[in-house]
C-alpha cells in the first residue's frame, strides 16, 4: 500500500469517530422540578415540569413543560417558551418543536422575536440555530423604532440584521407609508431596500420605484429603476432619483421629464433638481420645454430653465402655478411663431412672456426685434406682442427665393414702440408710436412690385393679412416719397439698424437645439 495512503487511513481511524460524534451535540437538561418517565405513554420520551431549561449550542431554552426525546436529539415544549442566544437576540412563545440535530426551531402562537432594538410578533416561526435565520410563512408584525412593517413572508437574518419581506409589504412611517412587493430592511441603519414595485405616499408627494433604499433615520432616499416623484401639481421621472425629505430636496438624473399638470407644461433635460419649500425646480442639459395649446405645441430651449411656485390671484384658489424663467441661448419652435432671445420669463399670474438681450421673433414672413419683447397669451393662444424701445419690423417683398440678400427688397417699420395684434395666433394689426419710419413695396394685382413707399411719421398703424402687410396708415405729420421700383437699389433702401437674421430662425422643434 501507498506510504501517503497509509497514512491517511491511519488518521481516519484515529480521529474521524470522534469528529462525527463531535458533530452532533446532545441537548442538555440544565434544570426542572419533575422528571417523569413513562413509556406506555410515550415511548423514548422524558417528561419535564416546572421551570425547565435546556441549553444546546449557545442558546438557551426555557418552558413550563416539555417531552425530550433524548435518542432522536429533539424536544417539544409548552407555555411560557423563551429562547434567548448571545446578548440580544430573544425568541418567545407558547409552543416550540426544536430538532437538536439540525438546530431548528419552530415556535407557535403569539411569537415574538426580538434583538433589543427590533421586535416581530407572529403566530408561526422557524428559527434556524445554526444559521441564526429565522422565517415566517404567514403574516407579521414588526416594531422597530418609529417604523411599523407588515407582511405576508418574511426572513430575518440574524448575523446581518436584515429582514426580508414578501407580499403586501407595508412600512408605516409617522411622515410617510411604503407598500411593496418585496423589500429588505436592517435594523442597524434602519435603511429600506426595494427590490420590486414601490409605493412611498405621503402628505407631500408620492415616490413611485422598482429598485433603490431609503434611509429612515436620516430620511435619505435613492431610486433607480421606473421611478417617479409625483407631488399635487408637479411629476417628476428619471433613470434615476435621489431625494431627501428633510430638505425637501429631489434630484433627478437622466432622461428627465418633469410634468406640471396645471399649466400643461412639459420640461425635459439631462438634470433636474426640485426643492418642496419653494414649490420650485430647475432643469439643465439638453433641456426642452413643450406647453400644450390648443391645437399646436410650443416648444422652447435653453441651458437652463426654472419653475417657481407661484399662488393664484383669484379669491379662494388654492391652485399653485408656476413661473417659468429661461437662461442663455433661448430658442422658441412654434408652427405660427419661433423665436430667439438670451433670457426669456413667463409670468403666470398675467400670462405673460417676456424676451430679453437680443430677442428675435418672426411670425410668418415678418421678423420682429426690439430691446425687449413681450407676448400677452391667453386660453394657449398669444393675443398681443409688445415691442418694446427700437422696435423693428422686417419681411421680404420679393416672392423669389435663393436670392443673395443684397439683392432682396424688404417691407420696413420702425419705431420707438409697437404693438401687433393677433387673433387666432394670427397677426393682422400692428400699431407703431414713435418716430415711426416706413418702407413698403407697391405691387400691382399680378403681385409685381412696381413702387416702394419711403414714410416718416410719429405713429402710424399697420393692416396685415396672411402675414403679409396689407395698408399703412400714417398718423400726425407724415411725410413721404413713392419712387419707382428700379430707382433705387435695395441697398439704398435699408432703414437704420436693419438685420436681416432669417439664418438664425427656427425651422423645426428640432432646429431648436442647433
Not at 417531552?67 to 409548552?78: P, Q
Request: hydrophobic residues 35%.
Amino acid at each position: 500500500m501507498n506510504s501517503h495512503l497509509r497514512i491517511l487511513l491511519y488518521v481516519f481511524l484515529l480521529t474521524g469517530p470522534s469528529c462525527l460524534f463531535a458533530q452532533i451535540q446532545k441537548i442538555e437538561l440544565v434544570n426542572a422540578d419533575v422528571s417523569e418517565f413513562d413509556q406506555a405513554v410515550f415511548a423514548n420520551a422524558t417528561r419535564l415540569i416546572g421551570h425547565v431549561i435546556f441549553r444546546h449550542k449557545g442558546a438557551l431554552m426555557k418552558c413550563d413543560s416539555a417531552y425530550l426525546y433524548r435518542d432522536e436529539n429533539r424536544l417539544e415544549a409548552f407555555h411560557n417558551i423563551r429562547i434567548t442566544q448571545g446578548d440580544s437576540l430573544v425568541l418567545t412563545g407558547e409552543r416550540l418543536l426544536y430538532e437538536g440535530n439540525t438546530g431548528m426551531a419552530r415556535v407557535y402562537d403569539h411569537v415574538i422575536l426580538t434583538d433589543r432594538k427590533m421586535i416581530l410578533q407572529t403566530a408561526l416561526l422557524d428559527y434556524n440555530m445554526e444559521t441564526d435565520i429565522a422565517s415566517y410563512p404567514d403574516s407579521a408584525h414588526i416594531v422597530d423604532g418609529e417604523n411599523t412593517l407588515t407582511s405576508r413572508i418574511g426572513y430575518y437574518y440574524g448575523n446581518s440584521r436584515d429582514l426580508y419581506f414578501k407580499k403586501d409589504v407595508l412600512l408605516i412611517n409617522p411622515r410617510y407609508t411604503m407598500t411593496a412587493d418585496t423589500l429588505r430592511y436592517n435594523t442597524v441603519d434602519r435603511t429600506a431596500y426595494f427590490l420590486g414595485p414601490t409605493y412611498i405616499r405621503s402628505n407631500e408627494n408620492l415616490i413611485y420605484t422598482e429598485k433603490g433604499w431609503y434611509n429612515t433615520l436620516n430620511q435619505q432616499s435613492s431610486f433607480f429603476e421606473n421611478s417617479y416623484l409625483r407631488t399635487k401639481d408637479r411629476f417628476l421621472r428619471g433613470d434615476s432619483v435621489h431625494y431627501d425629505r428633510n430638505t425637501g430636496i429631489g434630484m433627478v438624473f437622466r432622461n428627465v421629464t418633469v410634468l406640471d399638470t396645471v399649466q400643461h407644461i412639459i420640461i425635459s433635460g439631462d438634470y433636474a433638481e426640485y426643492h418642496e419649500i419653494t414649490d420650485s425646480s430647475w432643469v439643465t442639459g439638453n433641456a426642452l420645454l413643450i406647453q400644450k395649446m390648443e391645437d399646436d405645441s410650443l416648444f422652447l430651449h435653453a441651458d437652463t430653465l426654472l419653475a417657481i411656485g407661484v399662488p393664484s390671484r383669484v379669491p379662494g384658489d388654492s391652485t399653485t402655478l408656476h413661473d417659468i424663467l429661461c437662461f442663455h441661448h433661448v430658442k422658441i419652435y412654434k408652427s405660427d411663431l419661433q423665436g430667439s432671445c438670451d433670457s426669456l420669463v413667463y409670468q403666470a399670474s398675467d400670462s405673460t412672456i417676456r424676451f430679453f438681450q437680443k430677442p428675435i421673433l418672426w411670425s410668418g414672413l415678418n421678423q420682429m426685434t426690439a430691446d425687449s419683447i413681450v407676448l400677452q397669451t391667453s386660453g394657449g393662444n398669444v393675443e398681443k406682442i409688445y415691442l418694446v424701445d427700437n422696435a423693428f419690423i422686417i419681411s421680404r417683398a420679393d416672392s423669389t427665393e435663393n436670392q443673395p440678400e443684397d439683392s432682396i427688397r424688404f417691407n420696413q417699420v420702425r419705431g420707438r414702440n409697437m404693438t401687433g395684434f393677433l387673433k387666432y395666433n394670427r397677426l393682422y394689426r400692428i400699431n407703431v408710436t414713435g418716430n415711426g419710419q416706413t418702407i413698403y413695396y407697391a405691387k400691382n394685382k399680378y403681385e409685381k412690385v412696381f413702387a416702394v413707399n419711403r414714410a416718416d411719421c410719429s405713429d402710424l398703424t399697420i393692416q396685415v393679412d396672411s402675414n403679409r402687410i396689407k395698408s399703412i396708415t400714417l398718423i400726425n405729420e407724415p411725410a413721404g416719397t413713392l419712387y419707382p421700383v428700379h430707382e433705387l437699389s435695395p441697398l439704398e433702401l435699408r432703414l437704420k439698424g436693419f438685420l436681416w437674421m432669417e439664418k438664425k430662425r427656427p425651422l423645426s422643434k428640432a432646429d431648436i437645439f442647433r
